[in-house]
Each structure stands twice: as structure tokens, then as C-alpha cells.
């Protein structure tokens, strides 16, 4: 009879919604923490009916479901960091928020508030829920539009994501990289905003629409680097050249833009 040669790894943890065309959500975290080789566990807050060309319908989780994943997840596994993405509700805001007070692990907050096509889709109370929210994570990662929600900055250039970023902070977080992915121009410059200065990360853009899964597999992959005990810059750094080889390299599937890929080298 063989022995077994079991394999450790670190542990991270997504709360977020479900994607059924696996290119954004707890699939797209659960594959890039994959990629970067640590174990992924879930909490899943709403099942959505999506594919590349859209969502069709969204199901949102009874709160109480939501927290028995995470105490389940947490009561058993040695978690290294975790991320949140779609919370969907007020309700589900404040109770990651709650839960997330009592971690002994960092936590990155994907705050997902506006879609594609601008409309936002928390209503204020919740929008305010996620003020606390922030205040217990090591790094918040809204993009431009997310940031002005939270924010009220229009973020256009360096000087803007600077001064929202700063705002951020006095939510309590302990930093923020406000994304420049839809600030137009030939470069994507992402800005890491601390305690101690900004730092930029600066990736050419790629002539692409396939960005399906970037916000979530950016924040998944800051969280896994988290997991393995990189520091936030390096974590950062890692993660941003990480999803820009994803999106050169994106997977062609369904019959809009396709999706990031998850599974490139990181």
C-alpha cells in the first residue's frame, strides 16, 4: 500500500456571488487562487444567471446562509486572507463587515456598486454600509466609478485617484488601489494609496473588450499573494501584472467578449 505525500497549502477565502458563465465571481476567485497555488474556499452570496454577453437574473442567499459559510469556513481552515466581491444587500454588507471585525487575516474588498453600464447596484443604504466595510479591510480595490460612489471624487488622473484614495483611508482601511482601467488612455495606471504615499503600477493596455472577471480576479490574486505572506506592495505588484497577462491573454468562449484568463502564469 502506497503512502499518501499530502501537500500544504495556504488558505484563502472568497464571499461573493456565483457566476454560471465562470468568468467573474466565486469561479473566477476560486481559479486565480488555483493559479497561484493556494486552497480556495467559499462563501457564496447570490447565484446569478450570467454568461459573457451579460446577467439574466440574480437569486441573493438569506443573510443567515451567508454567515453559515463563513463561520463554516472559518471555524475549520487556517484562513491567510479573503476577499469580497458581489454583496448584493445592505444586509449582507453589514454582516461581512461584522464578521469581518473579528478576523485574524487580512481582508481585500472588491466593492462591487456600479455595472458595466453605469447604473449602480446598491441602494444607499448599503452604499453607506460599505463605509464600515472598508474600515476593516487591509486594501479596498474600487475602480474609478466605485471610488466616486464611495468617494464623491470623479477620479480622472493621477491627482484625483490620489485625493480618493486619501479619502479612503479615513475610512479606516489601511490602504487603497484605485483602479485606472477606465480612465482613458494607452496606459493602465493603477495607484496604490497608504499611509506612507502612493505608489503607481503602470501596464500597457490591451486593444481588448474581453475584461470579463478582471475586477474579481485582480482582488482574488492580491488576496492569494496575502495568503503566501507577501507584503501589500509586492502582493499589488504581483497582481497587476498577473491580470494584465490575463487579459492579453484572455480566453475566447461564449458569444460576447469572452473572459480573463484565470489560469495564466502568474
Excluded at 462563501?43 to 451579460?54: F, K, L, P, S, Y
Excluded at 478576523?103 to 454600509?129: K, Y
Amino acid at each position: 500500500m502506497r503512502e499518501p505525500t499530502p501537500e500544504q497549502r495556504p488558505v484563502a477565502l472568497t464571499i461573493a456571488g456565483s457566476d454560471s458563465g465562470g468568468g467573474a465571481g466565486v469561479q473566477a476567485d476560486l481559479a486565480t487562487f488555483a493559479t497561484h497555488e493556494v486552497f480556495g474556499t467559499s462563501a457564496i452570496t447570490a447565484v446569478t444567471a450570467q454568461h459573457t454577453r451579460g446577467v439574466e437574473s440574480s437569486f441573493v442567499l438569506p443573510v443567515e446562509e451567508v454567515a453559515a459559510q463563513i463561520d463554516a469556513v472559518v471555524g475549520d481552515f487556517d484562513v491567510g486572507a479573503a476577499k469580497t466581491g458581489m454583496l448584493a444587500t445592505t444586509e449582507v454588507v453589514e454582516l461581512v463587515a461584522e464578521r469581518a471585525s473579528a478576523f485574524d487575516f487580512p481582508v481585500v474588498v472588491d466593492p462591487v456598486m456600479v455595472a458595466t453600464t453605469g447604473d449602480r447596484l446598491l441602494d444607499e443604504d448599503a452604499e453607506r454600509a460599505y463605509e464600515d466595510l472598508c474600515g476593516e479591510a487591509r486594501l479596498v480595490t474600487p475602480n474609478t466609478d466605485e471610488a466616486e460612489v464611495l468617494t464623491g471624487i470623479a477620479v480622472e488622473d493621477d491627482e484625483s485617484a490620489r485625493e480618493a484614495g486619501e479619502t479612503l483611508l479615513e475610512f479606516g482601511t489601511d490602504a487603497a488601489l484605485v483602479k485606472g482601467g477606465h480612465v482613458p488612455g494607452e496606459t493602465v495606471r493603477d495607484h496604490l494609496v497608504t499611509g506612507e504615499g502612493v505608489t503607481t503600477f503602470d501596464h500597457e493596455r490591451v486593444d481588448t473588450e474581453a475584461t470579463h472577471g478582471s475586477g474579481c480576479s485582480l482582488a482574488a490574486a492580491i488576496a492569494a499573494r496575502l495568503a503566501r505572506e507577501e507584503d501589500l506592495e509586492a502582493a499589488v505588484e504581483g497582481a497587476t501584472d498577473f491580470l494584465a497577462r490575463a487579459v492579453e491573454h484572455h480566453y475566447e468562449v461564449g458569444q460576447g467578449p469572452g473572459a480573463v484568463n484565470h489560469g495564466v502564469d502568474r
